[in-house]
């Protein structure tokens, strides 16, 4: 495909490499033609790079298969996957979910983009739903101002809670910031 014809979020190959398309402009140099300069992110490492396309030079497009998975369980630092169409089982290591394994709990729903049969891109829910195990007893009178506290959710990640929230509560956690939302209804 041609430059010009370039989207945000696409996977292209420079290189021999696999490349998302973060950000790109058209931009008009001085004497020469115009390019685009291009932010593309690698799916390897996660490593950002500029690079500048000639509208008329093509790049490689690459073609993910995006598949639905449920996360089973883990053993060790190995998660087990089941593809919800045809039931067959994934295993992979920490590496490849990143910081994305603190939010998983057995039955979670993520899509797995595979180029070539293997997985290059995990996404996780924006959101998900767990239970604070221990956090510090509430303290009266402290919805005046907004106070945080730290708990520990039943996956084992700390997370800023508000002093109101009490253990046993199932609270919503931000996947892509590690952040409190709200309480889960």
Known sequence: MKAAEMKKGQTIKVDGKLFSVV?????KLGKGGAVYQTKIKSLADGSIQNIRLR????????????RKYE????A?????????????????D??????GQKYLKPNTQLQVSMYEG???????PNTVDLEVTQTAPE???????NQ????????????????????????RVDTRSGEYLARAK
Do not use: C, R, W
């Open 55 to 66: 509208s008329e030079e093509s790049v490689e497009e690459a073609y993910l298969d995006k």
């Open 23 to 27: 950000d790109y402009q058209h931009v």
């Open 148 to 171: 945080n506290k730290p708990a520990t959710l039943e996956t084992g990640i700390t997370v800023q809670v508000p002093s109101f929230i009490k253990m046993g509560e199932i609270i």
């Open 94 to 99: 920490d590496d490849s979910f990143g910081d």
């Open 118 to 124: 293997k997985p290059v891109i995990i996404d996780l």
């Open 71 to 74: 996360y089973l369980y883990s």
């Open 76 to 92: 060790g630092s190995e998660h087990v996957l089941m593809d919800i169409e045809n039931y067959e089982q994934l295993a992979l």
């Open 139 to 145: 303290i009266k009178g402290a919805t005046a101002t």
